[in-house]
């Protein structure tokens, strides 16, 4: 695909971008510059770099991914990633998993108390004030610079997020330049498109171009990444300092951004709604491959959900926002749907073998 050059920018800068380096350097020093032109209505899109050859398996081969989420050093991410760590440990090696090594992407700018339990590599926070209390926003800009400055042995790359369980093995999803994606019920560009089309204009192609997902879970080819990387860190700016766009989306914003990103990019993803379960919603594990424990799982003795209710059960990872659960969480009553169950299980396993489950070790 040729390149297309979306908005006004500084020559300095689109050099910058089409040859694609120093990224750190450019994003640093350019962010707030960038900030600023945005406020004075400035559009400083990245230039669409051209599509990478395709890329197909040789017969059996496997095709590793290395695992990566971003993190803070708040207890609350912590003990989530615990766990995620224990089940990627526990469901590498299973047949069918093609899964690599693994990096918990540390945005807190310095080292914590995980360091030795979890493979991880540190990078920056935005500069302050920027992500405006919406911390999400140092995702794609860690991302950014963990790829430029980390060794990658892996040809793909698994975003993930530290509330993700490995339920069954994950092989690798992705083909080539296609990545795989989960589809998200609430990510929908062409109900939007008004605020989609002031960072995916007409001229780019049609709105449904940009797949209804975010960034995570997905499988993507590193190259891939690296491309859409900062267009996915630019469009977020661009989205949270629009004030249409910041209500329009709010927390769901950083993935619009990625969607948005992608589509800039000509990439476009394949939809795998067997990628992820997410209890209560989904009732059974079957052959998806994570649990996603974002949602409060609130029922009462009948078994029976009270969602939006503080249920007599509960499991909620936001009532444990200063430390972690404590082992061996009573399970749900009789008539719970089976992923609810399996969650809990698979938490109680995890802290169950984990050194050092207790408060003191993840403050």
């Not at 061996?328 to 698979?346: A, D, F, H, R, W």
Request: hydrophobic residues 40%; charged residues 25%.
């Amino acid at each position: 695909m040729a390149r297309k050059n979306i908005g006004c920018t500084s020559t300095a800068f689109l050099a910058l971008l089409a040859i694609g380096t120093c990224f750190a350097t450019y994003n640093l020093i350019l962010l707030i510059v960038n900030n600023k032109m945005v406020n004075s209505g400035g559009l400083d899109f990245d230039p669409i770099v051209e599509m990478p050859d395709n890329m197909k398996r040789s017969g059996g081969a496997k095709a590793l991914y290395h695992v990566a989420l971003t993190a803070t050093d708040a207890p609350y991410s912590k003990w989530q990633c615990r766990i995620m760590y224990y089940w990627y440990k526990k469901t590498k090696d299973m047949p069918g998993s093609e899964m690599g090594k693994f990096t918990r992407i540390l945005h807190s700018g310095q080292p914590d108390n995980l360091m030795d339990e979890i493979p991880t590599f540190v990078v920056d926070p935005l500069p302050s004030g920027l992500d405006r209390g919406y911390i999400v926003l140092n995702r794609p800009w860690a991302f950014v610079q963990w790829l430029e400055r980390a060794t990658i042995e892996e040809d793909y790359i698994l975003m993930a997020e530290p509330d993700h369980i490995f339920v069954n093995p994950l092989p690798n999803l992705a083909r080539g330049e296609f990545p795989a994606g989960f589809p998200f019920f609430y990510i929908k560009p062409e109900e939007n498109e008004k605020i989609i089309r002031k960072y995916y204009p007409k001229e780019s192609g049609p709105v449904t171009n940009v797949d209804p997902i975010g960034n995570s879970p997905v499988i993507i080819r590193k190259d891939l990444l690296e491309k859409i990387a900062p267009t996915w860190m630019n469009v977020s700016l661009r989205m949270k300092d629009d004030p249409e766009t910041d209500k329009t989306f709010g927390w769901v914003l950083e993935m619009y951004a990625y969607a948005v990103a992608s589509a800039l990019h000509g990439v476009q993803h394949i939809l795998r709604k067997d990628f992820m379960l997410q209890p209560p919603w989904d009732l059974e594990t079957g052959k998806r491959f994570i649990i996603h424990y974002t949602y409060g799982c609130d029922y009462n003795m009948k078994g029976e959900l009270t969602y939006g209710k503080i249920g007599e059960w509960r499991f909620d990872k936001r009532s444990h926002l200063r430390g972690p659960p404590p082992k061996n969480l009573p399970l749900p009553p009789p008539g719970v749907p089976e992923s609810v169950v399996t969650l809990v299980k698979m938490v109680n396993e995890a802290t169950a073998n984990i050194p050092n489950w207790d408060t003191e070790n993840t403050s």
